[in-house]
């Protein structure tokens, strides 16, 4: 069985970048949600499994990480229009013509992140 190295390695990468975003007084994250697409090189299921251990013993442990999925998106030069592929053969699903103009499927972005507010909670 292969091991998700490459995933705990993003999901550590994760964990520090929302602890560099949070405001001075935040302890608890409750939810990190993030943008995969579908040429990212990226296991959902193995990002999802490692995300739990890298958040252990840090204000995300116990978060939920939420992902929403991109398809890929060419530009057809033909069509003049960007398009989503049902499958990897780089052609417009309407016209045909091969395109190599990748518009969206590479993402791996962390998109929002919500915690506990401390001012909220002393007030």
Sequence with gaps: ??????????AHSLVSLVQQQLPEGVTRVTAVDMRLGALAGVVRGALEFCYG??????????STLRIVE??????????????PLEGLAFRCPVCGRV???IRQGRELDLASIEYDDPEAASA
């Excluded at 069985?1 to 993003?10: K, Q, T």
């Excluded at 991109?70 to 398009?83: G, N, Q, S």
């Design 99 to 101: 395109s190599g103009d």
């Design 1 to 10: 069985m292969e091991r998700p190295v490459h995933e705990l390695s993003i």
């Design 70 to 83: 991109l398809p890929v998106v060419i530009h057809c030069p033909e069509c003049r229009a960007d398009r």
């Design 53 to 62: 251990i890298a958040t252990e013993g840090t204000p995300l442990q116990g």
